[in-house]
Structure formats: structure tokens, C-alpha cells
């Protein structure tokens, strides 16, 4: 009775791999808890230390931060302040028929010429410039106390007593003009640097749709926005951030769609940046994401306009910086990385098949290589004979066991990949696809890798190529690997405990309080109208549920 039971339990390799497969999750969730733990404490630690955004707070009655109407003395302060920079120019003179000194403080290349000839030194100095109008019958102290209302024809003028403030905005591209006897000064207009002509979005290749993509001047890429579409419903917010080097990050939003609690969010998460420079959104994607140690992204990242402003009808939010042509978008869900806004430009049913086949490709593109190494090193019993004799066949020559083989051609693929990214555009297409084929070739006639391992590798490469979103296809591309691992230490229990890992991370990840998983988990199937088949337009009445937006419905 004993040894026929015996015979029916496994053997000591058996329950040694099943030990590992149980042990492995475990030590990885306990990482993970005491990894978030160290970040979140020492998070608060810093919060504790800094205020909001890192400013500090300066006395109010320091003299010293504030124009104290002596011409002399100002312009000496700015002089100091911000006059060793070779860019900055100061033009002074005499206001005519007055005898009130004035000066103009400006940053080369960041104004129009136009701009001070016409609207200020043509209006202020008109015994210069012919054809001016003649304010020379006017007193001194009547100029100071009309310039803003009645005597500059320009749009934009605001007053500023704050020292410091005046530099940045200066620093900025403000021009700043100086007038004798004024305890402040004034903000002419708007800065105008030169910029790049809009064009088509680089990173997302488009098929249909609107042939904008966004810029690096802040203004010209919330006009895109607004030119959208015509509504009193969308919000444009502006926030400092950087301690050091100032920029403006714009929120926006649809204030009869967002949901409030998300936008409060969004906001408090702002307020908490400290850093002296923020060079990009990327930045501010690290910086306000909710878990820094998963290898998903958990804001969308994009530089079409019609991409952000389908994104706001939905009611999520869209956050731009300055000096950047990428739109952040909050929250994220894992389906919006795989979908495009060509799928509903198109009719329904060509927009779904390629959804499907992006779902498809994205689940190739991470399992292939680990399925290929659990089949050929542990299980070939479960490939059909005949193919499984034909690998057999190809891999006779191979010195190298699958790990190692199919971890030589991809990380070859993986470099040739990105060194077209960084060589110059008609050079780099041309080295990625003919380098693979002859890196392909001679590896298989030099019996290196096998042939069937190069149609693996090839396909998952492809399949990696179909997921619109960049940041995403390196995310995939980042856990094959370690999915090859998974399968080289248990076979197709270590490929099957890799995919429930993922699952379950994806399953408690969050982005800005939202199931980064939604709607597979939690399941709202009405939701599903958006998910694998997008569904006709006139079916898709009601907005994602999960967003918890103002307006449910999408139609008034």
C-alpha cells in the first residue's frame, strides 16, 4: 500500500522546483514592501524638511527685495544683479520733453525688435523718431502715473515692486521698463524667442488625423489645445516649478467632466516637487508617479494635441511643461498604452482588429523567448514530433544551451536597436535592418544560434515594433529578460510564475487612484465597449465609469 502510493508522489527535483516556484514570489513581494517602505519614509523625511516646491520663505520687509523708486539706486541693483550676463542689455535715455530718465532691460533674442521700437521708444522718445505721437507737454509726474493706462499701446503691461521677482521675469524674456520716480517697474509684453515650426509628432507616426505635434514653447502648445475645439468648459492652470530655474507647468482640464478629487490630487502631488531644475516631463513623471519601483508607466506620455484633448473629454488630465513637446497624461490605465486615436478615426471594426492584434503583439513580444526556452531545455514533449525533431535538427551545432543562445541574439538585436536610435535618421533605419540580417546570417552559419531561434527572435522583434507607445515597448522589452530567467531556472513553472507575477503587480498598481488594470480588475464590463473591440460611436455613450468624471454621459 505504501509504495503504490510512493509511485504516485513526485520526485525530490519535482518538489525542489516547487518549493523555489513558491519561494521566489514570496521574496519578491517582501523586497518590494521593504523597498517602498525605505522610499516612503525617507520621502516624508524630506517633505518635513522643505515647503512646497522648495521655496524658501523670505522676510517681507527686507528693503533690499523691494524698488525703492531712486532710479539711481535700482538700476545700480539690477546692474549687479543680472548685468555680467553678455545677453542682457540695458538701454537707457531720456524721455523727451521731460527730465525723467528712463531705461529699458531686455535678454537678446528673446523679445521683438518691433516691440520696443514702436510701442516704446517711438511713443516715449519722439523727437527721435519721426511721426511719433508728442507727449513732450505732459509732467514728469503725470507720465509716471499715466504710462500704464493711457500713454503705452501695448496689451500686455503689469507692474512689479518685488526685486527678485523682477529678475526672473526679466531673466525669463520679459522686457522691463524703468522710469524715474516710478517704484516699479513694467513687464512690456511677452517673451518671443525663436522657435521650432510645428510639425508632425516624431515619436508617434500617424496614419490619420490631425497633422500636429507639440513644440517646446509652452503658449503655442496650449493654443493647440485650445484650437481643439471652442469651449468655455476648458481650463488652462499654471504652476511654478523648480527651485532654482523657474518653469510653467501647465494643468489642464475640462471643469465640467473631472472628476474633483482627482484634479485636488493632481495638484497636491505638484505642490510636493523639490527639485532646483526640471529639464523635462520626464521629471515630473518620476517625481509624481505612484510607485517608482514598477517598471510600468503610470502617466502617458504623447505630443499629439488630439491624443491630450480626446483624453480630457474622457476626464483625465493633461499636464505640459515648458521646454518640452511631450503632454503628460493622468491617470493611465495598461489599455491606453495600446491603443491609438486612429482606432477612432477609422470605422469600428478596422480600428478593433488592430487593436486585437496590438494585444496580441504586446503578449508575443514578452513571452515568446521564455515559452522558447521552457519547450527546448525542460519540456520538448510538449512540441508537436515533427517540429520538434526539425529544432533538434538545427540545433545540433549549437555549443550553447537556449539561455545563452537566444540571450546572445537579443541583447545583439537589443544594441543594433539602439544605435539606429542614436545615429542620424537615414543612417539609422538602414544599420538596424541591414546589421540584423548579416548579425542574423552569420551567427547561424557560424553555428552560434540555430535557425528556428532567429525566426524567434525576428517575430518577438516585430511584435515589439506594433505597441504605439515607446515607453512601453521598453518596459516589454525589459521584462523579457528577466522572463528568460524565470524560464532557464524552472521551465515552464518559472515562465507561468513570471506572467502571474506581473499579473498580480498589475493588479495592485495604481495610477492617481485609479486600478492601473481597470477594466479587468476590478471588472466593469460596460467599459469593456473600449477595451479589446472598440465599439461603434453610437454605442459608446457613457464615459469610463472608473474616472468617476461629473458627466457620466458623453452627449449633452
Not at 525605505?38 to 520663505?57: A, L, W, Y
Not at 531720456?94 to 528712463?102: E, F
Not at 505732459?138 to 503705452?152: P, R
Amino acid at each position: 500500500m505504501g509504495s503504490t502510493i510512493a509511485a504516485y508522489l513526485p520526485d525530490w527535483t519535482t518538489l525542489m522546483l516547487a518549493g523555489v516556484t513558491l519561494a521566489v514570489p514570496l521574496v519578491i513581494y517582501a523586497s518590494h514592501r521593504w523597498l517602498r517602505s525605505v522610499i516612503t519614509d525617507k520621502h516624508e523625511r524630506q517633505e518635513d524638511s522643505v515647503s512646497p516646491n522648495g521655496e524658501s520663505q523670505e522676510p517681507l520687509d527686507d528693503a533690499s527685495s523691494f524698488l525703492t523708486g531712486d532710479y539711481e539706486v535700482d538700476l545700480k541693483r539690477l546692474k549687479e544683479a543680472i548685468g555680467g550676463n553678455d545677453d542682457v542689455h540695458f538701454r537707457e535715455y531720456q524721455i523727451s520733453g521731460l527730465d525723467t530718465r528712463a531705461a529699458l532691460i531686455y535678454i537678446d533674442g528673446l523679445l521683438e525688435d518691433q516691440l520696443i521700437n514702436t510701442h516704446i521708444l517711438q511713443v516715449l522718445m519722439p523727437n527721435v523718431y519721426d511721426g511719433g505721437p508728442h507727449i513732450g507737454h505732459l509732467h514728469a509726474k503725470e507720465l509716471v502715473s499715466n504710462l500704464k493706462q493711457e500713454i503705452l499701446p501695448v496689451a500686455e503691461l503689469t507692474e512689479i515692486r518685488e526685486s527678485h521677482r523682477l529678475y526672473e521675469m526679466i531673466l525669463g524674456g520679459y522686457t522691463a521698463l524703468l522710469v524715474e520716480g516710478l517704484p516699479s517697474a513694467l513687464l512690456v509684453g511677452t517673451p518671443h524667442g525663436k522657435t521650432r515650426s510645428i510639425v508632425e509628432p516624431t515619436s508617434e507616426t500617424l496614419l490619420r488625423g490631425p497633422r500636429l505635434g507639440f513644440t517646446e514653447a509652452l503658449n503655442e502648445n496650449t493654443a493647440m489645445i485650445r484650437r481643439q475645439g471652442l469651449t468655455e468648459h476648458l481650463v488652462i492652470k499654471k504652476h511654478a516649478v523648480g527651485n532654482v530655474i523657474k518653469k510653467d507647468l501647465a494643468v489642464i482640464y475640462m471643469k465640467n467632466i473631472v472628476n474633483p478629487d482627482l484634479l485636488e490630487e493632481v495638484e497636491k502631488r505638484i505642490a510636493k516637487v523639490d527639485m532646483d531644475y526640471i529639464a523635462e516631463s520626464g521629471y515630473i513623471e518620476q517625481l509624481m508617479e505612484d510607485d517608482m519601483l514598477s517598471p510600468f508607466q503610470q502617466m502617458q506620455n504623447t505630443e499629439r494635441p488630439d491624443r491630450v484633448m480626446n483624453a480630457l473629454m474622457e476626464g483625465r488630465i493633461a499636464l505640459l511643461l515648458d521646454g518640452t513637446p511631450f503632454a503628460l497624461i493622468v491617470p493611465v490605465t495598461f489599455s491606453m498604452l495600446l491603443q491609438t486615436p486612429e482606432d477612432y478615426y477609422e470605422r469600428w471594426m478596422a480600428g478593433s482588429l488592430m487593436r486585437i492584434l496590438r494585444f496580441i503583439a504586446a503578449f508575443m513580444a514578452l513571452m515568446i523567448p521564455s515559452l522558447y526556452i521552457s519547450f527546448i531545455s525542460f519540456h520538448p514533449g510538449l512540441i508537436p514530433t515533427e517540429l520538434a525533431i526539425t529544432i533538434i535538427e538545427t540545433r545540433q551545432r549549437v555549443p550553447f544551451p537556449s539561455l545563452v543562445e537566444i540571450l546572445i541574439l537579443e541583447v545583439s538585436i537589443e544594441v543594433l536597436r539602439e544605435a539606429g536610435v542614436r545615429l542620424p535618421r537615414p543612417i539609422g533605419s538602414a544599420m538596424g535592418i541591414v546589421g540584423g540580417l548579416i548579425i542574423g546570417e552569420a551567427a547561424v552559419q557560424a553555428g552560434i544560434v540555430s535557425p528556428f531561434l532567429v525566426i524567434v527572435v525576428s517575430v518577438t522583434a516585430i511584435a515589439s515594433f506594433s505597441i504605439p507607445m515607446y515607453s512601453a515597448g521598453i518596459t516589454l522589452r525589459m521584462l523579457r529578460f528577466l522572463g528568460m530567467f524565470f524560464a532557464a531556472a524552472l521551465g515552464i513553472f518559472g515562465t507561468i510564475l513570471f506572467f502571474l507575477l506581473i499579473c498580480s503587480h498589475l493588479t495592485r498598481l495604481e495610477s492617481f487612484g485609479v486600478p492601473y488594470v481597470t477594466p479587468f480588475s476590478p471588472i466593469r464590463f460596460r467599459d469593456w465597449k473600449d477595451l479589446f473591440i472598440r465599439a461603434p460611436l453610437t454605442l459608446m455613450k457613457k464615459r469610463p465609469s472608473f474616472l468617476k468624471t461629473v458627466r457620466k454621459t458623453r452627449r449633452s
